[in-house]
């Protein structure tokens, strides 16, 4: 293997674009384990690190721009983003030890693809951007549509993300993502579920995204059970239409992490927990994290 | 396979290396530098034995290609004590007896370095938490927890009596 570490997003157009054989990287926790275990090694390695906006945290009177290779522990650590994104910011958090938070983007969890990646539910509920790099400039497309199934992107060859856009959210709002995992730390979620919900000044509910993870071959919206929130108090029946509409929307895997039917299950449960905390945050009523909501 | 010269710090000192492109930085610390305290585990990022310093920040070198250490800073098990004097980390592993067979030893001591180094009074849930990414198999944890609370403690005494002193 090659290794080339460009500066600006150029560069690494270019570097790509020398060899089919070449891959873009951020902190590598997928790709070396995956080459450890047999996958074939590409012949050139672009190290996005390097390149000042792949690695950077800015905010606007608007909106959040990340680089698509800024370690998730500057997610987390950031005090001004975790205020205003704590769901976004705790599904960074999940992302393996602080050893790996240290190396892990939300770039590369969204590329590495797989199901099961804790930040894109949050990043769905937020509904970030991702700004592209391609040959002929860069091109902006919602995170939605970056992933197509297990291991697999819209992107095409010689393109990478350079950064994602969010916009900050309006007021009375909360997002959350909580997950379920057998153990406490270093765990692949079973489901994971992210929600944003903004409310009125009578506590009825203007506006409200719920997405799915690990229960699916792609992270999810929900869309029935959004439209189950809107224009009503988040009580006992609203949070029951949210887990129906949930476990309604999963098409899981049998697998060692869960079963069809378990998964299913969890997902309507995690779903309903999910709103609640993001309802109370919305309120500020919120005392706990997701740990006993 | 190319070889890339490769220009860092490690624990104080310039260092210069010719590594394979490929090769992880656990690799080439091990074999190019000759740090044998880095320690191979999993090889996958998921046991931290192999953890280091980079930029202050505790990862797992087994993560890295050795051409990203490029004008970084490294710290390892081997720059951890000052001259002949333990750390207190060190120290309160040894005297806690925080360790059995040992290969883990140098990761959890220099994830703890990270932590005490952010977070000079943790709790015992935050020390937990911290360390959540080192694996160790013989000792259960509890006396790594304990002897790494018991040296933030005295990490905080030398850092008062040396404030007294100014």
């Not at chain 1, 790996?100 to 951007?129: F, K, T, W």
């Not at chain 1, 199934?149 to 060859?157: I, N, R, W, Y």
């Not at chain 1, 108090?233 to 949210?242: F, G, K, Q, S, Y």
Request: some cysteine.
């Amino acid at each position: 293997m090659d290794y080339l570490a460009p500066t600006t997003v150029a560069d690494a157009i270019d570097a790509l674009a020398s060899t089919a054989d070449s891959r873009v990287f951020a902190g590598a926790t997928d790709l070396i384990p995956q080459i450890r275990s047999g996958r074939p090694e590409p012949g050139l390695l672009v190290d996005l690190k390097r390149i000042d906006r792949l690695t950077a945290l800015a905010e606007s009177d608007t909106s959040w721009t990340i680089g698509a290779a800024t370690p998730t522990s500057r997610l987390t650590e950031d005090p001004s983003f975790s205020s205003q994104f704590p769901g976004l910011s705790e599904a960074a958090g999940l992302i393996g030890s602080d050893q790996i938070q240290n190396r892990s983007s939300l770039g590369g969890n969204l590329c590495n693809a797989s199901p099961a990646a804790d930040s894109v539910p949050a990043m769905l509920v937020n509904e970030a951007r991702a700004v592209v790099a391609t040959a002929d400039g860069t091109r902006t497309v919602p995170v939605s549509d970056v992933t197509t199934g297990p291991g697999a992107t819209s992107l095409q060859a010689g393109e990478f993300i350079v950064e994602f856009e969010v916009d900050k959210p309006p007021a009375n709002t909360g997002d959350a993502y909580l997950r379920m995992t057998p153990r406490t730390e270093m765990d692949i979620a079973v489901v994971g579920a992210g929600a944003r919900v903004t409310l009125d000044a009578d506590g009825n509910c203007t506006e409200a995204r719920v997405a799915l993870g690990a229960v699916a071959p792609t992270a999810r919206r929900v869309s029935d059970a959004e439209a189950a929130l809107v224009g009503k108090p988040i009580n006992d029946e609203t949070l029951a239409a949210v887990a129906a509409a949930a476990s309604a929307a999963c098409d899981p895997i049998d697998d060692k992490r869960g079963t069809i039917e378990y998964r299913k299950q969890v997902a309507g449960v995690l779903a309903k927990r999910a709103v609640k905390l993001a309802a109370d945050r919305a309120s500020g009523t919120a005392t706990t994290n997701g740990e006993s909501a | 396979m190319s070889r890339t010269h490769v220009n860092c710090e490690i624990n104080g000192d310039h260092v210069d290396f010719l590594s394979e492109s490929g090769a992880s930085l656990l690799n080439a610390l091990r074999d190019d530098v000759g740090l044998m305290g880095v320690k191979e585990g999993c090889g996958t990022g998921d046991c931290g034995a192999c953890s280091i310093l980079m930029d202050d920040r505790v990862t797992c070198a087994c993560l890295i290609f050795a051409p990203e250490a490029e004008g970084r800073t490294i710290v390892t098990i081997e720059g951890l004590a000052a001259a002949d004097e333990l750390h207190p980390l060190q120290q309160c592993f040894l005297e806690g007896a925080a360790l059995q067979c040992g290969v883990c030893t140098p990761g959890f001591l220099l994830a703890a370095k990270a932590l005490l180094d952010n977070n000079p009074t943790p709790t015992e849930t935050e020390v937990r938490y911290a360390l959540a990414g080192n694996l160790c198999r013989c000792t259960g944890y509890d006396k790594i927890i304990r002897a790494v609370l018991e040296a933030a403690d005295i990490l905080a005494a030398n850092a008062a009596t040396n404030g007294d002193a100014k």
